[in-house]
């Protein structure tokens, strides 16, 4: 059975930092690519950051420069560091495999709130 559990998450003024965590359990880590995603109030949920086996990593243009998506396989973990935070980051944050979300199944965990204000 997928777990995920996101921590981290807080309020902060604009242009500070946060660093989220994520532990995962339920499918191989080390072979499967990891995302966060994030979905604001109203909106719909999207992709920000994505990190593959080999570290590889991708970001929404919108974070690009600002967050930084890092993985430790021993710790079955993924981390989202996020810095110069806007007010349009506030969202809740969530972590999962990649390919899970692409089928459409699986679950989701409870995610972390991030809110940044003006």
């Known amino acids: 059975q997928v777990q995920l559990v996101e921590s981290g998450g807080g309020l902060v003024q604009a242009g500070g930092s946060l660093r989220l965590s994520c532990s995962a359990s339920?499918?191989?880590?080390?072979?499967?690519?990891m995302g966060w995603y994030r979905q604001a109030p109203g909106k719909q949920r999207e992709l920000v950051a994505s990190?593959?086996?080999?570290?590889?990593?991708n970001y929404a243009d919108s974070v690009k420069g600002r967050f930084t998506i890092s993985r430790d396989n021993a710790k079955n973990a993924v981390y989202l560091q996020m810095n110069s935070l806007k007010p349009e980051d506030t969202a809740v944050y969530y972590c999962?495999?990649?390919?899970?979300?692409?089928?459409?199944?699986?679950?989701w965990g409870k995610g972390t709130l991030v809110t940044v204000s003006s």
């Open positions: 990190i593959g086996i080999r570290g590889n990593t």
């Open positions: 339920g499918r191989v880590f080390s072979l499967n690519a």
């Open positions: 999962n495999y990649v390919a899970t979300v692409a089928s459409g199944t699986g679950s």
